[in-house]
């Protein structure tokens, strides 16, 4: 499918994990009060401290790679702790651990069900819930949600990642109201397809995009990474900071259109099956 001639308009981003080599800025470079020193964590350490290293060299920030398991509430707490004695104070969190794959609910088993909702949902509640009550409580803070459209059109071979999501959504609404009151802003951003990212492979979007699946987009194409950066830093900054509670969607008003063609997606399925 050809590109529309405003494409041009996107910003740049790069097809690999890789960090990109320039970037032009779209909102003050100073918009996070002189940038940020970060934390990743997940399980793979190794995999961490690669990307860590990425980050220090492309921003000249500190980046600490940190293991953790989301579905572990002590593992959370260890690495909070090392945060705090490292950078002494959290500003931003950002919720975005997940697990999916295409899947027909009547082949779905009733662990890899409750393993998705441990990843996705109990994760983000188990995360939240910790950095809250070892700082944010007494100092306020910003809680951006990664999200997903699954769930608004019933989306097939994705009810364990669409019920994720919807419950975070809720869960996103209903911690805003709560944690208001201490200074807390609780939102999400709900991505459609994203290029260049290992969930728009493994989730078929590069067949999609060959079958000309995007064409019923609106803005007929995939979005990019840095486009979703840009979301969820307007989320998370001070750009935003009489929002709260609200579910962002950026997909390019898929969710609006896009057919919801079973046939289609069984094949995408198949098809994937046959390369993992």
């Not at 080599?21 to 779209?26: G, K, Q, V």
């Not at 470079?29 to 995999?47: F, M, Q, W």
């Not at 991505?191 to 078929?204: A, D, Q, Y």
């Not at 019923?216 to 979703?228: D, F």
């Amino acid at each position: 499918m050809a590109e529309p001639q405003w494409a041009g308009n996107m910003p740049e981003d790069v097809d690999t994990d890789d960090c990109m080599t320039s970037y032009t800025h779209i909102y003050s470079p100073d918009l996070l009060k002189h940038g940020c020193d970060t934390v990743i964590a997940s399980r793979n350490l190794e995999r961490l401290t690669e990307a860590a290293k990425k980050l220090t060299a492309a921003t000249g920030r500190h980046c600490l790679p940190l293991a953790t398991d989301v579905r572990q509430p002590q593992t959370i707490s260890a690495a909070v702790d090392e945060t705090l004695k490292e950078l002494g104070r959290i500003d931003i969190l950002i919720n975005n651990a997940a697990g999916n794959f295409l899947c027909p609910a009547s082949s779905l088993s009733f662990n890899a069900f409750k393993t998705v909702l441990e990843i996705d949902t109990m994760g983000t509640f188990n995360t939240s819930k910790v950095v809250y009550e070892k700082w944010f409580k007494d100092h306020g803070g910003a809680i951006v949600n990664i999200s997903a459209t699954l769930g608004y059109r019933g989306q097939a071979l994705q009810v364990h990642a669409g019920s994720a999501k919807a419950a975070n959504d809720a869960m996103t609404k209903h911690l805003a109201v709560e944690w208001g009151p201490s200074g807390v802003r609780v939102n999400a951003l709900a991505p459609g397809p994203i290029s260049g990212t290992e969930g728009f492979r493994r989730l078929g979007g590069n067949t999609a995009q060959a079958m000309g699946a995007f064409s019923s987009i609106p803005l007929q194409r995939a979005g990019n990474k840095t486009e979703m950066a840009h979301g969820v830093l307007f989320l998370a900054s001070r750009a935003s900071s009489y929002v709260t509670g609200h579910i962002m969607v950026a997909d390019g008003g898929s969710w609006l259109t896009s057919a919801n063609d079973v046939s289609k997606l069984l094949g995408i399925a198949s098809n994937q099956s046959a390369k993992l």
